[in-house]
């Protein structure tokens, strides 16, 4: 679990001993505050003039109660009698509050009522026992401007939440008086992820708010039916989408049919290019690759060694697991496509292994088969779609597998440990093979490209992109993306040019073609005046789109329909 966004974020205390911080430090201003106050006062209407230092005796003696005579006959003015006793009400006020919210619960560990911690909610997002790494999807929740109120079974995990600065309450989802608790009623939507309890927790949803929209996950896609059919508005399969998009990842190397891209319009696309291993772009320069004098398209970002470049450094070299964000005509990206991609003559046999056929396998399988490519399937359990049964992280079973033979291997095991073992021991045996993997922990993204992946996904990250998605209610084509592309009316930026803008300075975000009358370009000029008539093409990470989106008064195109995002994954 993270510790909470924010100034507070760089410390690492818990909710309770950050309460104490701003206790005392209120106290402290409290009592300068007194001290400077009766100090002028003495002065303005007593004529007594005397140090801060006995004002701040003075102070101290009032607020604890233990007396102060030697400043009673100073005092005549109506103001100072009524300061006194304000002073004396006031510190025993703070004696009550240090005891109930300090003294007791450190001492005593007395019960704190969660519910007491949360703020007034409205238009908020309840999250009923998210278990992908709340972290992740709250960090989608805030891109989003958005608050939430996490309602945990767990007493325990409630607690710990809490504790740690998330807004967290103890409860069952099952139990109207938990959504009650979590302000239901003005809430914007539910989010649930409560496994078998999911139907439950949509029907006491439904007896509360018919009318709120409703986001179920599971982790297995034929509930998809039960669940639309008991109420909810979304059901979400990440693991199923996750197999989905490794296994596109691993048919790119044997199809030059382009997935996942981005029409602008006027015959302008973007997409992403995953780097194969054997790519004759491997160890070069961006500025030398010459993608744009062969094809004609441009490389509007990059991910090298799991970070975003946007725009990439010309000097940054390409390595086998950069995925190149490219932009231009069809024809173009198909030639890029087809640039990137090793030699036919290159390529080994026609085959992708499957490692793990859960629901993340299961989806691999059916993409690659469809696509009418051959697999090889390892599960440790028989089934009618397993070729070979035994331990995927076993040399033997690679083997077994003929990996020597393959292009791809996809790894969907559910465990980390595992993966990472299958990952390298793959990479051992073939150091040609393409390597995707699924991860559980976000943290072990890192660690398998460091293994010696290609391509990673987390789960987490994929769950909380796919929410995030139907809370936009945007058609994002990859939910593991991070990158944003964005139609947006010039008319801030009318009698500025391009260069002068700022918009890339400021936000970090890109302009990658201006449309007017004319139609649209991917080579816009950047001297070239704007008149406010324009439609921009802004691409960006979620960060930078939303620094955009806050600092320019901007109109999203209708015309264009919904914001998207497009396929530049965050965990490479």
């Known amino acids: 679990m993270g510790s909470l966004p924010g100034p507070l974020g760089d410390v690492d205390l818990s909710r309770r001993d950050r309460l104490i911080v701003y206790y005392i430090g209120g106290i402290v201003g409290l009592v300068a505050a007194f001290t400077l106050t009766y100090n002028i006062a003495l002065a303005e209407l007593e004529g007594v003039d005397q140090s801060l230092f006995a004002s701040f005796e003075f102070v101290v003696q009032t607020m604890t109660t233990t007396g102060y005579g030697q400043d009673s006959d100073l005092w005549s003015h109506p103001l100072m009698f009524l ?33 007491d911690r949360l703020t007034p909610k409205r238009d908020h997002v309840i999250i009923c026992e998210y278990s992908r790494d709340s972290a992740v999807l709250l960090e989608e929740l805030a891109e989003l401007g958005l ?74 896609s034929d509930l998809r039916d039960v669940l639309e059919a008991t109420g909810a508005d979304s059901v979400l399969s990440p693991h199923g989408v996750l197999g989905h998009r490794l296994a596109e990842k691993a048919v790119t190397s044997f199809s030059a049919e382009l997935t996942d891209t981005v029409e602008l319009g006027s015959d302008i696309e973007v997409t992403e290019i995953p780097v194969h291993q054997e790519s004759q772009l491997v160890g070069r320069r961006i500025r030398d690759s010459r993608i744009r004098e062969r094809t004609g398209a441009n490389i509007i970002g990059a991910w090298i060694d799991g970070e975003l470049q946007l725009p990439p450094d010309p000097s940054a070299v390409i390595r086998p697991n950069t995925v190149l964000l490219v932009s231009g005509g069809h024809e173009a990206l198909t030639e890029v496509s087809d640039f990137v991609r090793p030699p036919r003559s290159m390529r080994r046999h026609d085959r992708i292994i499957i490692a793990g056929m859960g629901e993340v396998g299961r989806a691999a399988h059916a993409t690659v088969t469809e696509a009418g490519i051959k697999t090889v399937t390892i599960d440790r359990e028989p089934g009618p779609d397993i070729d070979v049964v035994g331990d995927a992280g076993s040399r033997a079973t690679l083997q077994e597998a003929g990996i020597d033979e393959a292009e791809a291997i996809i790894i ?42 290609d391509y990673v996904l987390s789960v987490p990250r994929v769950s909380a992109r796919m929410v995030a998605r139907e809370l936009r209610g945007e058609d994002v084509l990859a939910p593991a993306s991070q990158i944003r592309i964005l139609r947006v009316s010039a008319a801030p930026f009318a009698g500025r040019t391009l260069a002068n803008s700022g918009i890339y300075e400021a936000t970090g975000c890109r302009v990658i073609a201006v449309g007017d009358e004319t139609g649209l370009s991917d080579t816009p000029d950047p001297q070239q005046e704007f008149t406010g008539d324009e439609q921009l093409v802004i691409v960006g990470s979620d960060e930078a789109v939303q620094r955009f989106l806050k600092q320019f008064d901007v109109a999203q195109d209708v015309a264009a329909g919904p914001t998207e995002a497009v396929t530049g994954d965050g965990d490479r």
Not at 96 to 115: G, S, Y
Not at 438 to 444: N, Y
């Open 147 to 220: 608050e939430y109120v996490l309602v945990v079974s767990s007493e325990e995990d409630a607690r710990r939440l809490s504790d740690a600065g998330y807004s967290a309450i103890h409860g069952s989802p099952q139990d109207a008086s938990a959504f009650e608790r979590a302000s239901i009623d003005t809430a914007r939507a539910v989010i649930t992820d409560a496994g078998q309890a999911n139907v439950n927790t949509i029907l006491t949803v439904r007896s509360l708010r018919p009318d709120i929209d409703v986001i179920a996950l599971t982790d297995d």
């Open 83 to 115: 300061f006194v006793a304000g002073t004396q009400i006031s510190g025993i006020a703070l004696g009550f509050f240090t005891l109930r919210l300090i003294i007791i619960p450190l001492f005593t560990d007395a019960e704190v009522n969660l519910d």
């Open 412 to 453: 969907g095991l559910p465990d980390d440990s595992a993966s990472l073992l299958t990952t390298v021991l793959a990479r051992s045996l073939d150091e040609d093979i393409e390597i995707l993997t699924r991860v559980t922990d976000t943290d072990a993204t890192r660690k398998a490209l460091n293994a010696g992946a």
